[in-house]
Structures are given as structure tokens and as C-alpha cells.
């Protein structure tokens, strides 16, 4: 069972956001998180890979450091670019997959559904 935090927006259809470890986001990094709109987020990341490539020594222990970063808040980047932009959080919601707990957000909050007839 998984956890979604789910946010809402005035003109768009509520939407789901994973918790926990991403994996493509330790893996992919500033794409990751470009992919999921979070630009602030990956235009960051990208400058400090840039930097730690730069720099002397310590660089792929940094590189490393910054990929289990991005692994580990990735996910929150996210959540925190999306309030950023008028998104509010409106609850918790637990599932087999997205698309299960997405059933469930709108069993619970039929008010949500504005415009998300089409989502899956």
C-alpha cells in the first residue's frame, strides 16, 4: 500500500503525489524533477552536479551525496514547487497504485473530481 499526499487547484483536477525514496529522481536527478515541473528544484540540482564536477577530490562523493538527496526529498521538492504555484494540500490518501487511491480521494472528497473525468 502506498501514500499520496493530494493537492488541489483552483482551475485543474486534484492530483496525487507519491511519498517516499524516488528512485528516478536518485538516478535521474534534475531530469526527475524537470519532468515533474519542480524547475527551481532541478535548476539547483543541476548547478551543484555542475559545481561538484568542477571542484577537486571530494567530487563524486558529493555527486553521490546530492543523487541520495535528490533520492530521499525528491518527492517533497515537488509538493513544496507545486504549492509554490497554488496547489493546496487537502489530505492523505492510501492505495494499491495512484490510480486506486485516486478512487479513493474522490469516494472520500467528491468535490475533487472537477475535470478529472478523463485522468486515467
Not at 89 to 100: L, N, P, Q, S
Request: overall charge positive; proline content about 4%; glycine content about 14%.
Amino acid at each position: 500500500m502506498k501514500i499520496y499526499c493530494a493537492y488541489q487547484h483552483p482551475t485543474r483536477p486534484a492530483r496525487l503525489v507519491a511519498e517516499g525514496f524516488s528512485w528516478g529522481a536518485l538516478i535521474l536527478g534534475p531530469l526527475w524533477l524537470g519532468w515533474r515541473q519542480a524547475w527551481i528544484s532541478a535548476a539547483l540540482l543541476f548547478a551543484a552536479l555542475v559545481a561538484a564536477g568542477f571542484a577537486q577530490g571530494a567530487a563524486p562523493a558529493v555527486e553521490l551525496g546530492l543523487a541520495l538527496l535528490a533520492g530521499l526529498f525528491g518527492r517533497d521538492l515537488v509538493r513544496w514547487e507545486m504549492e509554490l504555484r497554488g496547489w493546496h494540500f487537502v489530505g492523505i490518501v492510501a492505495g494499491r497504485d495512484e490510480e486506486t487511491a485516486f478512487v479513493r480521494l474522490l469516494g472520500a472528497r467528491p468535490e475533487l473530481a472537477g475535470g478529472a473525468a478523463g485522468r486515467f
